[in-house]
């Protein structure tokens, strides 16, 4: 057993003590050997003048300079003005205050960034005295003796001041600590003893980490990773100590099964929320890369190409990965460490996602037809230009974090226009007065059905929030079509099944029809589409018609139901809503507004409008429709033919010169061939 399994308290001698027995530390050692408080002294003389090995903390010597940097941002925080990225915080004369500040995040230092390039352009000492000084007040505030059997708890509620052990907190502070140190020691106002004061610091949170972050990686949480990547520039910062060593070699072994258990064989994380699972596939890329020379790492390639395919792939044409789960996701070409794409060879990425000049991936659909289906994401492409027709579909388990009620929830993209989104969020907390801060997790919010005012529900039985062997969704693909079926059961709420299937004819356009059957002889329904900030819409009684503002349209053409389209736009009212579970009584509980909003990630929610069907259907119920994209100043021609057939319904759709028949009845569709 390690001696860094139990956390416990170092002074500054035992610490200076741990220098390494190489032979640009031997001045230090020969220090620390004849005793006194020289030691010290000569320490931070060889700190201030070291270099740091590449990769894990920025190179702020040849970091490019730019004396004309707005640093505007961290004036007005040095005027008292502060953010922790989610609430505002007008700091008094007497100074910050660490424990009933409204900024819950305050000692993750999430202010650093903007001082730390502050000073690195202007070189103005007042930036880095901030650093110091903040890092010097915590370590009042919260002394390391505070620290021992508190674990990684810490929250206090969304109006005070995290404890700093909590684990969303430490995570990023040793990290910021480690970048902040790595410039500011060059500093001649920072002193030495303020330098080996906050090195010491920071040598006894990361030993503090070691300890603790096992916990969040079996988790498989972001969380540990977040720990991972904190590890990672501490030990960096700290290498001239012989513990930073052995911290370092476990943090790659945390690393590691991070790796391995934290996503499933398709390459996506098991959270499952796409703004995080992107930003995690990234790091985690990055992180790799560092350490690529392990056995470990090299046995990982298959799941690291599996990674950059799941991003590639679910990218929207347009470049910003869908928002299927909480926040709004980031753009697909973020979500890729570049130097990882060279290592994996993976030239077809960097065509797509870095405008390179390597081939185009193999397959538009994915997973593509010979892969197991694993995280329930199904995307498809009629090609890789910023114009192409695109969807994506959400038929998988819940997630393990984030989960929001978007079973069967697609978003759909054409013409270099987004028009059917999965409604984004905003920031999880705000204390300004305009603030309108909401999750947008409740299931009617999302392109789904409602029956009898009965949305989707995560707590039942089989609705589980991870899956251990692959799905069996139905996702099949011919000449000039690809075909997706999945289910989902409003029971015990309802005893009512929904199937939908949708196919993508010809690259061009998309069938879809929403299937009801159960054992009520009648069901009110709602069926949403959620319409992306910007789109008009035109409704011309049950056809809707969205416009995008480059001109593009798309044109919702209901063939076989008598659904009234209702719009919404910013709805304040109350709603009912089953998501996660319903209220002790089994009756829905009330989510405080109702459809028309998206977010993006700021302190409010932005209107945009949403399109609902609604009205009351006989069961079993077909709700059949095209989804019709066309570009800027073209026509809807697309004109679906229905025959009855023996086996259900025959669908006639054009497909360029031919037609592309598909039979439906309630309980099955198939895809026939091409007729004239």
């Known amino acids: 057993m390690s001696r860094y399994e139990v956390f416990r308290l170092v002074g500054v001698q035992d610490m200076l003590e741990d220098v390494r027995a190489i032979p640009a530390l031997a001045r230090v050692r020969e220090a620390v050997a004849g005793g006194g408080a020289s030691a010290g002294r000569v320490y931070i003389t060889h700190f201030r003048g070291r270099s ?11 970091k490019p300079r730019n004396p004309a940097y707005n640093t505007s941002s961290a004036d007005a925080c040095l005027a008292g003005h502060m953010s922790d990225g989610y609430s505002v915080y007008d700091v008094p004369e007497t100074g910050v205050d660490w424990v009933n500040a409204p900024l819950t995040c305050l000692t ?13 352009h202007t070189r103005d000492p007042k930036y880095a005295r901030f650093l110091v000084d903040h890092m010097l007040e915590l370590d009042a505030a919260y002394p390391m003796s505070e620290f021992p059997g508190k674990g990684t708890d810490g929250w206090v509620d969304d109006s005070h001041v995290a404890k700093p052990w909590h684990w969303c907190m430490i995570c990023h502070r040793v990290r910021q600590m480690a970048e902040a140190l790595a410039l500011v020691r060059t500093c001649p106002e920072v002193t030495d003893a303020e330098l080996l004061q906050l090195v010491h610091r920071l040598y006894q949170e990361t030993y503090y980490l070691r300890t603790e972050m096992k916990v969040w990686v079996d988790r498989r949480h972001n969380g540990g990773l977040g720990m991972i990547q904190g590890m990672t520039s501490a030990c960096a910062l700290l290498d001239d100590f012989s513990a930073a060593g052995e911290w370092a070699e476990f943090n790659a072994t945390m690393l590691i099964q991070y790796i391995h258990e934290s996503f499933y ?3 996506a994380c098991i959270e499952l929320t796409t703004a995080y699972s992107a930003s995690v596939a990234r790091q985690v890329q990055q992180l790799a890369y560092r350490i690529r020379e392990r056995e470990a790492i090299q046995t990982a390639r298959p799941l690291f190409i599996a990674m950059v395919e799941w991003i590639v792939h679910l990218g929207r044409p347009a470049g910003r990965m869908p928002s299927f789960g909480d926040l709004y996701a980031n753009d697909a070409g973020r979500s890729v460490y570049p130097p990882m794409l060279d290592w994996l060879g993976a030239d077809w990425a960097k065509r797509v996602l870095l405008k390179g000049d390597g081939p185009l991936p193999e397959h538009a659909v994915w997973p593509s037809p010979d892969q197991e289906q694993w995280c329930g994401y199904y995307a498809m492409r009629s090609g890789w230009d910023p114009q192409a027709r695109y969807m994506c579909i959400d038929a998988g388990p819940w997630g393990t974090t984030h989960q929001h009620g978007d079973r069967l929830s697609f978003v759909l993209s054409a013409y270099g226009a987004d028009f059917v989104i999965d409604p984004s969020s905003t ?8 603030a309108f801060i909401s999750t947008q997790n409740a299931a009617f919010l999302h392109n789904t059905i409602t029956v009898d005012g009965v949305d989707e529900t995560m707590r039942d039985p089989g609705n589980t929030r991870e899956t251990t062997a692959p799905l069996d969704n139905s996702w099949k693909h011919g000449d000039g079509y690809s075909l997706f079926t999945s289910s989902y059961s409003f029971a015990p709420h309802r005893l009512v099944k929904w199937t939908r299937r949708l196919v993508f004819v010809g690259g061009q356009y998309w069938l879809l029809q929403d299937v009801l059957t159960g054992a009520p002889e009648a069901v009110d329904v709602e069926q949403n589409f959620q ?13 809707v018609t969205v416009r995008a503002s480059n001109g593009a349209q798309l044109a919702f053409v209901p063939l076989d139901h008598s659904l009234v389209p209702l719009s919404s736009f910013g709805d304040r009212t109350p709603h009912a809503t089953y998501w996660p579970k319903p209220g002790p009584d089994g009756s829905a509980r009330t989510y405080p507004h109702g459809r028309g909003w998206t977010g993006r990630g700021s302190n409010k929610l932005v209107p945009a409008p949403a399109v609902t069907y609604t009205g009351r259907l006989s069961l079993p119920a077909t709700m059949t429709t095209l989804l019709v994209p066309v570009g800027p100043g073209q026509q809807n021609t697309v004109k679906a033919i229905c025959e009855p057939g023996k086996d259900g319904q025959v669908w006639k759709l054009p ?3 031919r037609s592309l028949s598909v039979t439906t009845s309630p309980e099955e569709i198939a895809v026939g061939g091409h007729g004239r």
């Open 427 to 434: 920031k999880y907390r705000n204390n300004e007065p305009d």
């Open 52 to 62: 740091f090995a590449a990769g894990a903390l920025t190179d702020w010597a040849e």
């Open 108 to 120: 993750r230092f999430p202010v650093f960034p903007r001082f730390t390039a502050a000073y690195h």
């Open 655 to 657: 497909n360029g010169a």
């Open 531 to 543: 319409l992306e900030r910007g789109c008009e819409t035109v409704v011309d009684g049950n056809r």
């Open 265 to 267: 064989p398709d390459g």
